[in-house]
């Protein structure tokens, strides 16, 4: 669906004559070093039309090569943790499910992925970003762009 409305954005977003493919309006062009933050924890839900993207980039930004044809979301890793770059993806979920209700056994699923989502982001902000950013006197930094 978005091959087929991704002009739409286009149109309503950047104006004619931008080059699309700059880093500053496609990070996915962007190499690794051109971010401040080289730790990235980047999360994906099943039933998001971008859920692809965002793996095709966390997967390049890993050093695991860049995928040039669609991949089915059905086939995505689930989780891994590579380089600096973590990824999870949610199954049976959609795009916003952190700040989204829905009704019912639904509802259930999607307060657990939420409630698993942000402990996980948690835990990774505590044990691998903060703790291994800590100034010589062992006190975290405090400065995200400093990790």
């Given at each position: 669906?978005?091959?087929?409305?991704?002009?739409?954005?286009?149109?309503?977003?950047?104006?004619?004559g931008i080059d699309k493919k700059h880093p500053l309006l496609s990070p996915i062009y962007a190499p690794k070093d051109a971010f401040a933050a080289?730790?990235?924890?980047?999360?994906?839900?099943?039933?998001?039309?971008?859920?692809?993207?965002?793996?095709?980039?966390?997967?390049?930004?890993?050093?695991?090569?860049?995928?040039?044809?669609?991949?089915?979301?059905?086939?995505?890793e689930e989780k891994w943790d590579e380089n600096g770059i973590k990824w999870k993806?949610?199954?049976?979920?959609?795009?916003?499910?952190?700040?989204?209700?829905?009704?019912?056994?639904?509802?259930?699923?999607?307060?657990?992925?939420?409630?698993?989502?942000?402990?996980?982001?948690?835990?990774?902000?505590?044990?691998?970003?903060?703790?291994?950013?800590?100034?010589?006197?062992?006190?975290?930094?405090?400065?995200?762009?400093?990790?």
């Amino acid at each position: 669906m978005l091959e087929n409305t991704a002009s739409w954005f286009n149109w309503g977003y950047v104006p004619a004559g931008i080059d699309k493919k700059h880093p500053l309006l496609s990070p996915i062009y962007a190499p690794k070093d051109a971010f401040a933050a080289q730790k990235m924890f980047f999360v994906g839900a099943e039933y998001d039309y971008l859920c692809t993207e965002a793996s095709n980039m966390a997967e390049k930004l890993a050093g695991r090569g860049e995928t040039k044809e669609p991949v089915d979301v059905a086939k995505l890793e689930e989780k891994w943790d590579e380089n600096g770059i973590k990824w999870k993806m949610y199954r049976g979920q959609q795009h916003g499910f952190t700040h989204t209700t829905a009704s019912g056994e639904a509802e259930k699923l999607r307060k657990k992925a939420t409630d698993d989502c942000f402990t996980e982001m948690g835990r990774w902000l505590q044990e691998d970003v903060w703790a291994k950013s800590k100034n010589p006197k062992g006190q975290a930094n405090g400065n995200l762009v400093d990790i």
